[in-house]
């Protein structure tokens, strides 16, 4: 599930699409922009919760034959702050779920929205980004690669967690156990480019910086 939380002004040239009166309108990145755009590729310096972004839902093979699981990552990619959920199916609810996660868990405001389109994020999910004041942003389709941070994210937690962890059946469960990877992931786990820094770390160096 992709998402970038945005907070300056919007990049000209996207187009605002409204679909019926009351849903939320949709900013569509033309590729050649989205390329280019500060919404995307990665980004180094800015204000945590200025630009997060993620992906997914990925799908994983649970451990039983013919269990999937359905996994969503959002990440601010000034701080590396991840935050993480499981659910067995990717719809608009369960995407409006996790945007909900997102803004209780993400220690900074989520002023937008950056989505790698699918069809989890139908006008439902546009009109839970309104009633949120948030703006919804959709990246052009199969780019991968204008998402690059939030998939290489999506990959560590497949090989630090998924792939070592013995991961319960019962999801619920498993959403705790990813709880406490994403509070190991957020602040034990240092990073390496946040020059060895864990996400917690950079934060608290970050507002310190800005009180001297």
Known sequence: MGFDFHGGTYPEGAEE???DPGTAPEWRLPAALAASSPL???KTQGIPGDS????GPGRYLGPLPGLVWKHFTGRDVVSRWD???????ATAATATQFLDSLQQRMPFPIRAVQVDGGSEFAAEFEQACQQRGL???????RSP??????????????????QVADCSLE?????????DWEKTYNTIRPHQSLGYLTPLQFLQQWHSERKV
Do not use: D, I
């Open 17 to 19: 699409e409204r679909g």
């Open 40 to 42: 995307c590729g990665e």
């Open 52 to 55: 997060a972004r993620g992906s």
């Open 83 to 89: 935050v993480l959920q499981a659910h067995t199916r």
């Open 135 to 141: 703006r919804l942003f959709v990246l052009p389709p």
């Open 145 to 162: 690669k204008l998402n690059g941070a939030v998939e290489r994210a999506q990959r560590t937690h497949t090989e630090e967690f998924y």
């Open 171 to 179: 999801m619920a469960a498993l959403n705790r156990e990813l709880r």
